[in-house]
């Protein structure tokens, strides 16, 4: 277990935590919505495998965000319904994951090793997601075989 990867670490609590998702356009329009309301609440706007942010994104900036993840998604995820936009609270949301459509393995339902959201919106400084994560366990026995 990382440093980062503890009971305690507020973002982690909040990433594992209940979400629900906004299944249909019209909820993610109304998720968006409720962004716009708070978008100076000071969001932290992190894409997965970058370093996380340091700071908050002003509201402009969390303004262009939305409009150009919501035309990644509605362009990329040609289904007549969304499902990869999850919010822990629809109505006041303060951490958001939204998932890659080019990298949606197993999203919903049952995984043992579930794929990272592609960009994470949150009001608690983000951690790097990535580095709680321990290696597949083919690539332990590879490395264990290698060095063991």
Known sequence: ????????????????????????WHQLDDLWARIDERADAGWFLYAVGESPPTA?????????????????????????????????????????????????????????APPLPGWVMSLIPPVDLPSTRPPPKNRRRWWNRLFG
């Open 1 to 24: 277990m990382s440093r980062l990867d503890t009971p305690e670490n507020p973002y982690l609590r909040a990433f594992r935590g209940s979400f629900t998702s906004a299944l249909r």
């Open 56 to 112: 908050a994104t002003d509201a402009a900036g969390v303004r262009a965000f939305v409009a150009e993840i919501d035309r990644l998604l509605r362009t990329e995820h040609r289904e007549d319904f969304c499902g990869i936009v999850y919010a822990d609270d629809p109505r006041e949301p303060t951490f958001v994951k939204i998932y890659d459509p080019n990298n949606l393995g197993v999203v919903c339902g049952f995984s043992d």
